[in-house]
């Protein structure tokens, strides 16, 4: 069973940095997109943070562009992302995502992490 396991959340004053980590905790066959959702309280759904090829190319919501920095390691399987300046508007929980192929004649599938939660307080 594949599983990601994320890191990294917490309480940050507005203004400050905080690094959210996700690791796949299996031996998968290939990882395709990898990136970050969050959903803020009151919202409905998810909204995509960033997210990242496998050769690295990267898209960012509008509202963390020039904050946010998202980057991978193909070896260990992880995807990170740095995020600088927080506002409260940022508060919410954050999810990794992963595209992947478990095998070599499996169907890509998307799996998710626990969730963590980020809060951006003074």
């Known amino acids: 069973q594949v599983q990601l396991v994320e890191s990294g959340g917490g309480l940050v004053q507005p203004g400050g940095s905080l690094r959210l980590s996700c690791a796949v905790s299996?031996?998968?066959?290939?990882?395709?997109?990898m990136g970050w959702f969050r959903q803020a309280p009151g919202k409905r759904h998810r909204e995509l943070v960033a997210r990242i090829t496998r050769e690295d190319s990267t898209t960012y919501a509008d509202a963390v562009k020039g904050r946010f920095t998202i980057s991978r390691d193909n070896a260990q399987k992880t995807v990170s992302v740095q995020m600088n300046s927080l506002k409260p508007e940022d508060t919410a929980i954050y999810y990794c995502?992963?595209?992947?192929?478990?095998?070599?004649?499996?169907?890509?599938?998307?799996?998710w992490g626990q969730g963590t939660q980020v809060t951006v307080s003074s």
């Open positions: 299996e031996t998968v066959f290939v990882i395709n997109d």
């Open positions: 995502y992963a595209e992947a192929r478990p095998r070599s004649d499996s169907l890509f599938y998307d799996y």
